[in-house]
Nanobody
Framework: QVQLVESGGGLVQAGGSLRLSCAAS????????MGWFRQAPGKDREFVAF???????SYADPVKGRFTISRDNAKNAVSLHMTFLKPEDTAVYYCAADPLSSDPNGPYNFWGQGTQVTVSS
């Protein structure tokens, strides 16, 4: 079992930056590929970024070049550094662990409660 707690959300102006963090419980954190997802009001939850156990990353097209996912296995944490933020990045951001398939966009076993990111124009 893994518990995930996100932090770092907030209100930022367009063009600004935020760093989201996800703290994980449990000693098996390093075994899990991790992902970040987001859900905007009235929209489905969507994939944002993925990092494998060994640090291989992938990103959704809308955030490529602006967002960076990283992990620190010693601290049981994964981060999402978001730059050049746009109003369309406004959403609740969720951390997820242990994808149920090889598809990083797919369902995950464990989810955090989410953190709100609001980008003003």
């Amino acid at each position: 079992q893994v518990q995930l707690v996100e932090s770092g959300g907030g209100l930022v102006q367009a063009g600004g930056s935020l760093r989201l963090s996800c703290a994980a419980s449990g000693r098996t954190f390093s075994r899990y590929p991790m992902g970040w997802f987001r859900q905007a009001p009235g929209k489905d939850r969507e994939f944002v970024a993925f990092i494998s156990r060994i640090g291989t990353t992938s990103y959704a097209d809308p955030v490529k070049g602006r967002f960076t996912i990283s992990r620190d296995n010693a601290k049981n944490a994964v981060s999402l550094h978001m730059t050049f933020l746009k109003p369309e990045d406004t959403a609740v951001y969720y951390c997820a662990a242990d994808p149920l398939s090889s598809d990083p966009n797919g369902p995950y076993n464990f989810w955090g409660q989410g953190t709100q990111v609001t980008v003003s124009s």
